[in-house]
């Protein structure tokens, strides 16, 4: 018989951060930042070789994004950093949303 397995969200993170709550310096989550409505211009072989829940961060790219930042602070110690990578445009947004859960001191930067 299998052994027993215990029903989790799809997006649920594989390995949640271990130890104790308020503890993690630097939290580097990777989570699907691209617009539903705009995975049909990614690129032909990123579409080829991830699947597209890897990629899909639902409405404006952001459903996913907004959870990570709220349960982010759980783990993170009051000088901890969050780095996210993000899509170009929601860089205000996403700042927006830190700024509501009690992150200070954002910054963005550019590969461009």
């Known amino acids: 018989m299998p052994p027993h397995r215990h029903p989790r969200h799809p997006h ?11 503890t993690v310096g630097v939290l580097t989550p990777v989570a699907p930042y ?7 211009f990614l690129p032909r072989d990123v579409m080829a070789f991830e699947p597209s829940r890897a990629l ?35 860089a205000v947004a996403v700042a927006g949303t830190m700024e509501s859960v009690g992150f200070i001191d954002i910054a963005v930067h550019t590969d461009e």
């Open 56 to 90: 899909d961060g639902g409405d404006g790219g952001l459903h996913l994004l907004s959870g990570v930042l709220s349960r982010s602070t759980r783990w993170l110690r009051p000088d901890g950093w969050l780095l996210l990578e993000l899509g170009g445009d929601q």
């Open 34 to 40: 691209v617009p539903s409505d705009t995975l049909q």
């Open 12 to 22: 649920a993170p594989r390995n949640p951060p271990t130890g104790r709550p308020g």
